[in-house]
């Protein structure tokens, strides 16, 4: 059964430092998320990204973040200049077509040290 | 502010006996109603999915959407003890590329 994946399982990163966690979408999925759980919290919606551009984003998604689709296959988030309350599992996930199921991969486990 | 409410639990249900999870949801306009299921230190697993008013079963789960109570529930049927996890409700917006409303879900116990 087709799934998403992420790399790395796990990252830790000194405060300050640039990361970039990645994501391979089920293959003929059109829409692709971005969630993230602080630990023992609840999860919580980051972006939405459809057709190349991002359609929506939550108040957590602000200036430190972005999001990318180099090529055909990958789509990343990068956060820029981390705090240690970006420690988190962030979460992506696609669906075929708007308001279709979600599907989520295992997830980047972040660490911010 | 779009709200998904759940009783975190743990709620505890014997092997073999019917486990009912509920979820209220504030924003009237929600259009897709779905159940994961967790485990604890993984990522949500996608259970069920409901659209329209009524029941929808698939195995031993059934979903209930009431969209005039804005309330769904997860009905389990034949509780197994793999059954033991967090489950959780998110709803999904005016559709788009609407992101999900978690619920901070309902840890499930089932007692062998």
């Known amino acids: 059964e087709p799934e998403v994946t992420q790399t790395p399982s796990h990252q830790v990163t000194q405060m300050g430092q640039e990361v970039i966690l990645r994501c391979v979408p089920i293959?003929?999925?059109?829409?692709f998320y971005w969630y993230r759980q602080i630990l023992g919290q609840k999860v919580e919606f980051l972006v939405s990204f459809y057709n190349n551009e991002i359609s929506e984003k939550s108040e957590i998604f602000d200036d430190q973040f972005s999001v990318e689709r180099p090529d055909g296959s990958n789509f990343t988030l990068k956060i820029r200049s981390t705090k240690l309350e970006d420690s988190a599992m962030y979460f992506c996930?696609?669906?075929?077509?708007?308001?279709?199921?979600?599907?989520f991969g295992d997830g980047t486990r972040l660490s911010i040290l | 502010q779009k709200e998904v409410e759940q009783n975190s639990g743990p709620l505890s249900v014997p092997e073999g006996a019917i486990a009912s999870l509920n979820c209220t949801y504030s924003?009237?306009?929600?259009?897709?109603f779905f159940w994961y299921r967790q485990y604890s230190g993984k990522s949500p697993e996608l259970i069920m999915s409901?659209?329209?008013?009524g029941d929808k079963e698939d195995g031993r789960f059934t979903a209930q959407l009431n969209k005039a109570s804005q309330y769904v529930s997860l009905l389990i049927r034949d509780s197994q003890p793999s059954d033991s996890a967090t489950y959780l409700c998110a709803v999904e917006g005016r559709g788009g590329a609407d992101g999900l409303t978690f619920g901070k879900g309902t840890h499930l116990i089932i007692q062998p």
């Open positions: 924003d009237r306009v929600s259009q897709s």
């Open positions: 996930a696609s669906g075929a077509n708007s308001n279709q199921p979600q599907h």
């Open positions: 409901i659209y329209s008013n």
């Open positions: 293959s003929n999925h059109l829409y």
